[in-house]
């Protein structure tokens, strides 16, 4: 049997031990691409399979010391550990690897990030890459979010976690479909809802507590100067640039307005279905069911809007 052969047997069967001897005695089959199968390296096929020892020892060794390998696909090994849900891996690889690969994306635009959206069980592995550079707000080749992968994976915990990292709940993929579209049951669409309310009292809460820019000089100034002055300078201040008064009301009425937009986009306005998916083809019914032959908006007698199948 070849070594490289016997390598990629060794990693399958997660035995440290045969690993190290085998590149004690090969050195040079330390990456041991195989391109019959993606050209994984020794590297993603332990990421994949969460072998931890063995993915320590391979970067110990010097795996991914001066370029970061990628498959075929583009996949780097922590994408692979992101998807599969190996979190102790994935933390080894950002915080262990020489060549950083949070930042990097595959063939379909996907990132860590993403990946780790999609798998319920990355959640844990979502703090650590935003703590270490992941952008909250990349998008795919198809204009998806992280927060759209999460949704449409029905990962209710990474949902949250990206909403209070500072994810856009109203970004709009190509398809010009929101995260909340991607909802797979009523539950989950409720829960969404719920948790986007709750980023924007959070938000609002923290904006009331932020001092216009300048006023505390000003405020200092008028104190100074005699009595309440300051206050009425600071007011004046705020109305000459618009802080707080009717341009603040101004200013949360259209974010309520955009909020509720946001929360009752159910009905796509151009074939009237909920879509998939991010990346796939079949057209779903409105709760995630297969799909209708179409679909017809009514009102009933209270004047509330339904939808019909037929």
Known sequence: IPPSTRLRRAIL????LLVHRILKNHPLLLHNTDYTDKSNTSLHLAAEAGFTEIVHLLLTLGHDATEVSRTTEHNTPLMLAAKHGRVD???????????????????????????AATCPNSVALIPVLLNHGARVDGVDLDGNTALHH????????ASRILLGAGANPQAMNYSDWTPL??????????YFKNLIQEDLVQKRSVQTRIVPRGSEDLLRRGL?????GGVRIVQQQQEEEGVGGDAGDEGENEE???????????????DRRRPGTPGGTTPRHEWGSPPLLSHVRTKSGDGRTRAESG
């Open 89 to 115: 891996t994935g933390v080894l690889l950002i915080t262990q690897c020489k060549t950083p690969s949070v930042h990097l994306r595959n063939a379909a635009g996907l990132d860590a990030l993403a990946l």
């Open 150 to 157: 999460a949704s449409a994976s029905g990962s209710l915990k």
């Open 224 to 228: 100074k100067a005699g009595g309440g």
């Open 256 to 270: 309520d307005q955009m909020i509720g937009d946001a929360l009752k986009r159910h009905w796509s306005p151009v």
């Open 181 to 190: 579209a991607y909802s797979q049951t009523v539950a989950a669409e409720v």
């Open 13 to 16: 069967l997660n035995d440290v």
